[in-house]
């Protein structure tokens, strides 16, 4: 914890009482407690966090006790994946094939002699160039295909994020849970134009108002009192649904307008550049913002060390479902999951290398899975008339070293959240 007073317990319990509960508390204090290391490698990686003085600049968001969030001004997620692309490219141990889909994972079922044994050996993908269909394989395969936001009409998620990942690990036999357990983020931009432009929840950490149009009053004082704009992310959420349907709104009011124009537009500058563009100044008028569907918390279910059901198969991210968030996720806390995550099972797999089997060659592994596909126009049914490229990824031994020792037991995550939170009183 890098505030004065806070401590990894008071993180602890906040990412309890925003997953009302329904969180594994030994994943949780894991996560938390991997924070510092996972800051200390990303700063060392090159991302730019804010600083003040000597020490990184804190910001506070909903649901969190403290200002314990570092940051990159209001682009944080665009930064840490620059980084992590550039060290990626730079790294000699490691290729990266672009424009490929994944369409589904290569198991036991897909050898030419069937197998119930449910390894996982790769991944079958689309090559957008040829158009024909690509056989990857792999001692260990690592999902991080994010979550299914985009079947939603409303969402901040990006365009790709349709839940391909979760469906493959279903279809192939792995556990999926907690699915109904989607997250709406309080504040996207209302715009017709320009849909799914997210407005950071840093906005009302560093003093934003969730103003009223019709009355041009401040209402989370009637939802929640004590935390007002800093509840968790359901509380206002459904605060801002409640009002937009009680008074018969399109939006809402984010207004930040009294806080000093140049404090703004240093700690916003993408958020007011972009608005600008849409005709909002920001630093004197408030923002249009409506609720928009934001993050899955269920998912693949994993063990500590990022393992599924599947042998050979891993999963990080938003895809998963750990145990972590519960019904709902605490603010930033997604992209801790991913570093610990992602180094979890980087370790497990290195720890276990040598007792993983290989791959089966090609041609034993060669049937391929029936897609069907619409590209330009085209129907792509027949992609699989001609035999599937064929990847050999064993001769990458991974770098990473086994270094965690914590054998935190897993409470695999069977829990429903229905009923959660009462109905909000009307008022007046």
Not at 369 to 379: A, E, L
Request: with cysteine; aromatic share 6%.
């Amino acid at each position: 914890m890098l505030e004065p007073g806070d401590t990894f317990e008071n993180h602890v319990e906040d990412t309890m009482v925003a997953g009302a509960g329904l969180n594994d508390r030994a994943i949780v204090e894991m996560v938390v407690e991997g924070a510092p290391a996972a800051i200390e490698r990303l700063t060392h990686l090159g991302v730019p966090f804010e600083t003040e003085g000597n020490a990184l600049h804190l910001t506070r968001e909903g649901g969190h006790s403290h200002r314990r969030i570092v940051h990159v001004a209001d682009a944080t997620g665009w930064a840490v994946q620059e980084a992590l692309q550039k060290a990626a490219e730079a790294h000699p141990n490691i290729t990266l094939v672009p424009d490929q889909i994944a369409i589904d994972l290569a198991t036991g079922r897909h050898e030419e002699r069937y197998s119930g044994s449910g390894n996982v050996w790769g991944v079958y993908a689309v090559d957008r160039n040829t158009e024909r269909v690509a056989l990857y394989t792999a001692r260990a395969t690592i999902l991080a295909t994010g979550g299914a936001g985009r079947t939603y009409l409303f969402s901040t998620a990006p365009r790709g994020a349709t839940g391909d990942g979760i469906a493959m690990a279903w279809r192939a036999g792995a556990r999926v849970s907690n699915m109904e357990m989607m997250q709406f983020h309080p504040t996207c931009l209302y715009n017709l134009e320009v849909k799914n432009f997210l407005i950071t929840e840093a906005v009302r950490g560093e003093g934003g108002r969730l103003i009223n149009p019709s009355t041009g009053k401040r209402f989370m004082t009637y939802y929640d009192p004590a935390r007002m704009e800093l509840a968790p992310r359901d509380i206002v959420a459904r605060a801002i649904d409640a009002e937009i349907k009680r008074y018969g709104l399109d939006y809402v009011h984010l207004d930040i307008s009294h806080m000093p124009a140049e404090f703004i537009r240093h700690h916003f500058p993408n958020i007011h550049e972009k608005l600008l563009g849409l005709g909002i100044d920001m630093t004197t008028q408030p923002i249009p913002v409506v609720p928009a569907q934001h993050y899955t918390c269920g998912g693949i279910v994993i063990d500590e060390h990022g393992k599924t059901d599947l042998p050979g198969l891993y999963a990080a991210g938003e895809c998963t479902e750990s145990g972590l968030h519960g019904a709902n996720r605490l603010a930033s806390n997604s992209l801790l999951e991913c570093f610990v995550f992602g180094e979890a099972a980087a370790d497990s797999i290195a720890a276990a290398w040598d007792s993983l089997p290989p791959a089966p060659a090609n041609p034993p592994l060669g049937r391929k899975p029936r897609h069907r596909f619409r590209r330009r126009g085209r129907d792509q049914a027949d992609l699989d008339r001609d035999p599937p490229l064929h990847v050999e990824l064993r001769g990458h031994r991974p770098h990473h070293q086994a270094t965690r020792t914590r054998q935190a037991p897993h409470r695999t995550a069977q829990r429903r959240g229905r009923g959660i939170l009462p109905a909000f009183p009307r008022h007046a």
